[in-house]
C-alpha cells in the first residue's frame, strides 16, 4: 500500500495536481497549487551508530500523466517541498497576481511600455537597474547613459526603423497638460441636487464649445447611473435665476422689513417650537428617571448590608443601575445641546438676513455669500416640448428652507439657443 501525502480541506488532489478550494465573490473557486502529485514510498532511518537520520523516498506524476523518478529527501526538508523544482523540475504555484479577465486590455502605461522596449529590436540592454548592494533586493534605476546595449543579439520582433519612427512621434508628442478650464469649478458645485433621485449635479463643460458650462445629475443613465433625466440646467441660467431670486428677496427685505420677519420667524418658529418641547419634556423625564435609579440603587444597597440581597444579585443589579444612570447623564447632555443649538437659531436668523443684505450692497455673487445665503439648490427635469419648456429650480436657503417670496414676479424665461426658451419656475 503506498502512502500518498495527506491533503486535508481545503486541499484537493485531480488530475494529478494540486487543489484549494476557496470562495472569491461568494463562489466557489478550484485554484490550482501544483503542477505534480507525489506520494511516498519509503521510510528510511539511517544511523551512524549515534545518531538517526530519517529519509522519505518519493514518486509522483506531473499533471500530463507522466511519471517522475524516485527520489530520497532528509525529512527535515520534507516539508518545504523545495525538493520537487530541485530534482523533477516541478513546483507549487506561489500564487501572485490572478490573470485579468482580458488580458489584453492594455492601459495606457502598459502600451507605452510595450512601444519603447528596445529588446524588442532584437537588443539586449543590462545595467538597467542596479541595487546599492547584494543584501538589498531593491532595485534602483540606472541612467540610460550608463547601460550597456548589445546590438542584434536575437532576432527582432519589430524592425529598428519602426522602432526608431515611433520613439521620435513619442518624443514629439507632448504630455499635455491638463486644461485648466477642466479643473475650473463652478460656485454652485455642492449646492446642486436632483430633485428625482437626490443626487448631486456634477459640473460640465461642453467640448468642444468650453463656453457651455453646465450641470447634470451625477446619477444619469446615459452615464452608467440610474436616473432616468439629465436634469441639465446650463451654469449661466442657473447664476441668472439665483441672481434674481436674490434680488428679488432682497427687494421683499426693503419695501416690508416686518413681513420679512414675519417670514423668517414663522419660518424657523414652526419647527422649532415644536422640537424645543420635546427636548425639554425629554430632559424632565431623563432627569426624573435619574433620581428613581438613585434611589433604587441606595435601596439595594442598604439590603446588601443587611444580607437580603446576596453578593452575585447585588453585583448584577448595581451594574444596570450604574449603565442606565450613565445613558440617562448622556441623553440629558445631548438634549441640552440640541437646545442651545436652537436658541442660536435666533441668532443664524439675524445672520441670514445680514447676508441678503450684504448681497444687495454687492449686487454679485460670491461662492462664500452664495454659502452663507443658500442650503442646497433642487433641479427638477425640463418638462413639456418646444416653446413650453419649463423647468423647476427651488431654492432652499439656509436657516429657512424654501421661502414663498410674496412680491415675486414672473417666472424667469431664459432662451438657451435660438427658438429654445425655458421658463424657470423658482417656488
Ligand atoms: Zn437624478
Known amino acids: 500500500m503506498e502512502n500518498y501525502l495527506y491533503y486535508s480541506d481545503p486541499f484537493f488532489a485531480y488530475n494529478n495536481a494540486l487543489y484549494i478550494e476557496k470562495t472569491i465573490n461568494g463562489k466557489p473557486v478550484n485554484i490550482k497549487l501544483s503542477n505534480f502529485l507525489a506520494r511516498i514510498t519509503e521510510d528510511i532511518t539511517c544511523t551512524n551508530g549515534a545518531e538517526n537520520e530519517r529519509f522519505l523516498s518519493i514518486v509522483g506524476t506531473d499533471d500530463k500523466g507522466k511519471d517522475l523518478r524516485k527520489i530520497t529527501v532528509p525529512l527535515k526538508n520534507f516539508a518545504q517541498l523545495d525538493w520537487a523544482q530541485e530534482h523533477w523540475g516541478k513546483g507549487l504555484n506561489r500564487g501572485g497576481k490572478q490573470m485579468p479577465a482580458d488580458p489584453y486590455r492594455w492601459s495606457k502605461t502598459t502600451v507605452r511600455k510595450i512601444l519603447t522596449q528596445q529588446e524588442y529590436c532584437g537588443d539586449v540592454i543590462n545595467f538597467k537597474t542596479y541595487s546599492k548592494s547584494f543584501k538589498n533586493k531593491k532595485r534602483i534605476l540606472n541612467p540610460e547613459e550608463n547601460w550597456k546595449v548589445f546590438k542584434g543579439v536575437h532576432e527582432p520582433i519589430i524592425d529598428r526603423d519602426t522602432f526608431e519612427t515611433v520613439q521620435k512621434m513619442k518624443a514629439k508628442a507632448k504630455r499635455r497638460a491638463p486644461n485648466p478650464k477642466h479643473a475650473e469649478k463652478n460656485m454652485f458645485c455642492g449646492l446642486l441636487y436632483c430633485a428625482d433621485c437626490g443626487s448631486p449635479l456634477w459640473f460640465n463643460v461642453n467640448h468642444p464649445n468650453t463656453d457651455i458650462k453646465y450641470f447634470m445629475c451625477s446619477n444619469y443613465k446615459g452615464r452608467r447611473g440610474t436616473c432616468e433625466g439629465t436634469h441639465y440646467v446650463r451654469a449661466d441660467s442657473l447664476e441668472q435665476i439665483v441672481m434674481l431670486e436674490l434680488r428679488s428677496l432682497a427687494s421683499?427685505?426693503?419695501?416690508?422689513?416686518?413681513?420679512?420677519?414675519?417670514?423668517?420667524?414663522?419660518?424657523?418658529?414652526?419647527?422649532?417650537?415644536?422640537?424645543?418641547?420635546?427636548?425639554?419634556?425629554?430632559?424632565?423625564?431623563?432627569?426624573?428617571?435619574?433620581?428613581?435609579?438613585?434611589?433604587?440603587?441606595?435601596?439595594?444597597?442598604?439590603?446588601?448590608?443587611?444580607?437580603?440581597?446576596?453578593?452575585?444579585?447585588?453585583?448584577?443589579?448595581?451594574?444596570?443601575?450604574?449603565?442606565?444612570?450613565?445613558?440617562?447623564?448622556?441623553?440629558?447632555?445631548?438634549?441640552?445641546?440640541?437646545?442651545?443649538?436652537?436658541?442660536?437659531?435666533?441668532?443664524?436668523?439675524?445672520?441670514?438676513?445680514?447676508?441678503?443684505?450684504?448681497?444687495?450692497?454687492?449686487?454679485t455673487l460670491t461662492p462664500a455669500l452664495l454659502n452663507e445665503l443658500i442650503e442646497k439648490i433642487e433641479v427638477h427635469s425640463i418638462e413639456g416640448k418646444g416653446k413650453n419648456k419649463t423647468q423647476k429650480i427651488i431654492i432652499h436657503y439656509r436657516f429657512v428652507g424654501v421661502i414663498d417670496n410674496p412680491i415675486k414676479e414672473e417666472n424667469i424665461v431664459l432662451e438657451a439657443r435660438q427658438g429654445v426658451a425655458v421658463e424657470y419656475l423658482t417656488a
Open 252 to 363: 421683499f427685505l426693503i419695501e416690508d422689513e416686518e413681513a420679512f420677519a414675519d417670514i423668517l420667524e414663522a419660518k424657523t418658529n414652526k419647527s422649532i417650537l415644536s422640537q424645543q418641547k420635546f427636548l425639554e419634556s425629554s430632559i424632565d423625564k431623563a432627569t426624573a428617571r435619574t433620581k428613581e435609579v438613585a434611589v433604587m440603587y441606595e435601596k439595594l444597597f442598604e439590603k446588601h448590608i443587611n444580607g437580603i440581597v446576596n453578593e452575585e444579585s447585588f453585583m448584577q443589579l448595581s451594574q444596570k443601575y450604574e449603565t442606565e444612570r450613565d445613558e440617562l447623564k448622556l441623553k440629558i447632555r445631548q438634549c441640552q445641546e440640541e437646545l442651545s443649538e436652537i436658541e442660536n437659531l435666533r441668532t443664524r436668523k439675524e445672520q441670514f438676513t445680514f447676508a441678503v443684505r450684504k448681497f444687495m450692497q454687492m449686487e
